[in-house]
């Protein structure tokens, strides 16, 4: 990709700092409609065109939510990265202000420009699912620290203790909620559209069930973020990566702990299902361990066989259908 000029944009609740790599310009404003509006008035007095540059953002969750619709609207190319790549590249560094962070942002676009991967409009039922889900995600988070709280209360306390009868209440609550959340996740999922027809071809694997399906929908934006299983699965923290040097330095392959941790966990949960409910997967599974391979590399494997899986029912938009072989 070649951009005549990059942006950087350093991104907080309440403002946005904008640092112009090459010309050093930098423009402060606020995260909203006014303050966006003066984007436009500055490229235009800096004789910019929006179709030559690039702006190039951290990852920062809702906070630039209205900031990235802005763009889109405008036609402003833009692209996010992750905060942990551009700290590793900018090596040892001194001082930090909001406006030395956008034109450290605007430098490594600037240096990885080859790289940069635009980004599109994400589909209002997608974005929608993702509000959905991560909401049901913190719900179930907080009723799993509940359920732990009352079996501990139930060592020293009687189980008509007010504390536990409470406690028992706010889970029943957050059960009831959580349920209404996935039952609205279904009703988006099933409209027609593309969306619903990959949901239909996902949950036809063994092991991928709502959540998985959902969750592998929104990190690959309906499978259009990543060209293919093997970028999704380092995505994951699934793909092995070898670990050598020269003829002294020789550990074995393994994975990377950078990946996605929330989406790595439900892969791992659907391959325990896999194993117990797909005959062929389950005699892979008993093969290999029995081999003396170890039982967490084994899921790992069986991860990656379900990504493998995943992707090619979407390529060829037809549902997986099991054919029982031995594997190697």
Not at 209 to 216: E, F, K, N, Q, R
Not at 217 to 242: D, H, M, Q, V, Y
Not at 275 to 301: A, C, F, P, W
Request: aromatic residues 8%; charged residues 25%.
């Amino acid at each position: 990709m070649k951009i005549n000029h990059i942006i950087g944009a350093d991104i907080s609740k309440k403002s946005i700092d904008l640092f112009c790599h090459g010309l050093h310009e930098h423009l402060k404003i606020k995260n909203d409609v006014s303050g966006f509006k003066k984007i436009q008035f500055w490229l235009a007095k800096l004789e910019l065109v929006t179709k030559d540059l690039v702006i190039v953002m951290e990852h920062t969750g809702y906070y630039s939510y209205h900031f990235e619709g802005f763009l889109h609207q405008n036609q402003v190319q833009f692209c996010k990265v992750s905060a942990l790549a551009i700290k590793k590249s900018l090596g040892l560094v001194r001082g930090k202000t909001d406006k030395i962070d956008a034109g450290r942002i605007a430098r490594y676009g600037y240096e990885k420009q080859d790289r940069l991967r635009l980004e599109i409009p994400v589909d209002a039922t997608l974005h929608r699912l993702q509000i959905l889900n991560s909401t049901r995600s913190l719900l179930v988070k907080q009723r799993s620290s509940l359920m732990c709280a009352v079996k501990e209360y139930r060592v020293i306390l009687a189980e008509k203790d007010p504390i536990i009868q409470g406690q028992l209440k706010l889970i029943r609550e957050l059960t009831g909620q959580i349920e209404s959340l996935e039952k609205k996740m279904k009703e988006l999922l099933i409209k027609p559209g593309p969306i619903a027809e990959n949901f239909r071809l996902l949950i036809g694997i063994k092991g991928i069930g709502l959540i998985v399906a959902t969750a592998t929908l929104i990190k690959t934006n309906n499978f259009t973020r990543f060209k293919n299983r093997k970028k999704f699965s380092c995505f994951c923290g699934s793909a092995p990566f070898e670990y050598s040097s020269g003829t002294s330095i020789k550990k074995r392959t393994r994975i990377s702990h950078l990946a996605d941790k929330s989406m790595k966990t439900l892969l791992t949960q659907s391959a325990k299902t896999a194993i117990q409910h797909d005959k062929e997967l389950k005699e892979y599974y008993q093969r290999r361990t029995q081999m003396g391979k170890s039982k967490t590399s084994t899921i790992n494997v069986v991860r990656n066989k379900l990504i493998h899986r995943m992707f090619a029912v979407i390529k060829r938009q037809t549902p997986f259908i099991p054919q029982y072989q031995k594997i190697v």
